[in-house]
RNA sequence: UGGGGUAUAGCCAAGUGGUAAGGCAACUGGUUUUGGUCCAGUCAUUCGGGGGUUCGAGUCCCUCUACCCCAUCCA
């Protein structure tokens, strides 16, 4: 993990392995047993698993199994399959948070004897009631008064199954007016007489994910929590719990980023089910769901889910991923790894009425530029099918395929021209009657016809029946909103398509591109010999279909006028900080923004007011205060600074003297802020003086323009961005010290020259 | 409405004051016995809007806007 690019989670890691915080990475994988899994998981199974394996540190599977009213040992199987299919290792054991239920119930009694968990009474209408609003706080039950003794009492009798569902509840004493909802005194463990799939009916009170993730990831070392952002809010109970039970370290942090979601796909647990068991799809592993199951089904490869993952990386901003995407990504794997075979899907009748008898014909299982080895042989005779596609009788403009007047190449055969068209009595197309040309044999044609195409068939003798599934997206529109959006030609069952015998007979592979058509894949649960059934993986890219009937384009990118964004209005000045805006505009003459910024924060303004006492620069003063001091304060508070408005009002004194640049004025204060130093010392002891003799700073220049002879040429065309990157780099050399409008004016000067 | 987040091309996404990476999609052209692959090329004068600081701002400051999450005894 060096030279890769690294996704804002890495860089974390990394930084806390370089700092010493851990030892070694320890990340999880924490699923709650309770549905399948699909890609969205494998994102996150393939950052968790990644992450360890990119920094020689562990990922655990566990199964965050907290509430047994809805958690089933088959989830747990499939879970483990899709990581296991993925490719991951989750070495010597899955964990369960349900193996965690005795040390959990430890951890809740050590906290009642702290005072900071009690039971409480209240049902569940009054906790919602009690627990306040967004905007207005909440209040705390009266049950929070409970002793220790009574609240130790009432928690073991809860455990052994003395009350009823619902009657009583284990809170955390935290806050019931904070302002993340989160904080009101969460609640801990709740009764449930449920009988759990591992654990059985020894328990009757569970606990809350809040209290059991925090301490299941401390328990097993866990290093880095990732969680996905709606846990972002969850984030202080999980600080909370650890800090206030003290637990000694290293202990694990939590991290979120944004779930994956995709285009014309559904990814919630809920809909997922509500496709599933409303029949609207064939089970969990239909491959038209995003279920890990269903593309497996489906044909897809466990790499190309992977570099699908990595490819789309991980970030905090909820996006939405094109499927085209993860489409790319199968063909790209599939492309350099399965054999090219015949299969006619719509098969149309050709008869080689100038051929006679048969012959087998030597057909590379790959093309030129797929360096692999194998091949079959090809029967061929008299009769064949073609697809109905590659013939036309009235062909658009462009069409390179078969048709009366042109002819088209068999691939790995001979090329045939049309001589006859049979159709029906309704005018349908039946049979083409076709002439070969002898010399034209693949590999050895000596004909000198030039055909624009070559065409799948297969022989009408030896073609086995197969059927074909071919999906299409579930649903028609990016972002299905319900069952109305289905797209109701997702699945088309083709059950006389033709395929060429060797498919079945020698069966190269269990993935195979159909030449011309996609990637296809034989059901592994209705496939036999006898009735071949093959999945529809991904298309072929197919720029002819595109130039055909092009898409309806939204509207090609006309230079939009520029929306016009609403301005909300700004919250008035107090009478207060009108006053101080007044006497900075007026008295100082500051700029009204700056004035602005100063006049509405009281302690910038006191700020600003003592550095100017210190050193009469109102101007140059208020800029540092309202940038650069105005960032600190935000950052780390007001409170154990380590600089005062004096240091601030020298460092004034000096950039008004010229003594160091604005530039140079940024390091210093970044370093008075670590270390406190005085302005003058840091610049004394770093030698940051400015330089301004231009005598001094011209060599530079000069060798910054000998060394970069593209990019001056490129600048003397016309490319104006680069000026900054001589003034970039001349500052560089000079270690940020040369005055930049001295070498402004010189780098414009010999630049031009 | 209180709090917590997010905003860079059609879709993802790098970027930590000095030339706006990369992938997908799209579009040219070349190679091709797959209208595939591959190869070459095009595609952001600009980073949600407006101000400010600076020689220089996607990056720092102020402010506004939009979207997401939180008031389950789910996770």
Known sequence: MSETKKDFLRAIVEEDLKAGKYEA????????????????????????????????????????????TKEDMKYVEALKDAVKWLGFDWGKKVYFTSDYFGKLYDYAVELIKME??????????????????????????????????????LFERMKNGEFEEGAHVLRAKIDMASPNMKMRDPLLYRIRHASHYRVGEGWHVYPMYDFAHCLSDYMEGITHSLCTLEFENNRDIYDWVIETLGLKPPRPYQYEFARLNMNYTVMSKRKLLELVEGGYVNGWDDPRLPTIAGYKRRGYTPESIITFCEQIGVAKANSTVDVAQLEFCIRDDLNTKVPRVMCVLDPLKVTIENYEGSELLDASYYPHDVPKEGSRKLPFSKEIYIDRNDFSEHP???????????????KHAYIIACKEVVKDAEGNIVEIKAEYYPDSKSGSDTSGIKVRSAIQWVDAASAKKAEVRVYDRLFKCEAPEGLDDLNPDSLKVIKNALIEPAVIEEKPDVRFQFEREGYFYADPVDYSDENPVFNKIVGLKDSWAKKEKPKPQPAKKQKQPKPVQKEGE????????????????????LNPEVANTLARDEK???????????????????????????????????????????????LAKMLDEETISSKIAKQVFEEMTATGKAPETIVEEKGLKQISNPAEIAPIIDDVIAKNPDNVAKYRDGNQKLFGFFVGQVLKATGGKANPKVVNDLVREKLEA
């Not at 009054?126 to 009266?142: A, N």
């Not at 049950?143 to 220790?148: G, M, N």
């Not at 700004?570 to 003459?589: C, I, L, N, W």
């Not at 540092?624 to 009002?649: M, P």
């Open 396 to 410: 658009p403009k462009g069409y390179y395929r078969l048709t009366p007047e042109q002819p088209v190449r068999l």
């Open 570 to 589: 700004v919250a008035p000045m107090s009478a207060e900080e009108q006053g101080r805006y007044d006497r900075f505009t007026h008295e100082y003459k």
């Open 604 to 650: 910038l303004s006191h700020f600003f007011d003592e550095a100017v006492a210190a050193h009469e620069s109102p101007v140059t003063i208020a800029n540092i205060v309202a940038n650069d001091v105005a960032r600190v304060f935000k950052e780390n508070g007001t409170d154990s600074l380590t600089f005062g408005a004096k240091e601030v009002a020298e």
């Open 116 to 153: 900071k968990a009690y039971v409480d009474s209240l049902n569940e209408e009054e906790i919602r009631e009690y627990r306040g609003t967004v905007t207005e706080p909440g209040r705390r039950s009266k049950y929070a008064q409970r002793s220790v003794e009574e609240n130790l009492d």
């Open 25 to 68: 990475v320890h990340t999880r994988f924490p699923p709650e047993p309770n549905g399948f899994p699909h890609i969205g998981h494998a994102k996150s199974i393939v950052l968790n698993f990644g992450i360890a394996r990119d920094f020689n540190g562990q990922c655990n599977l566990r199964m965050d199994d907290t509430d047994p």
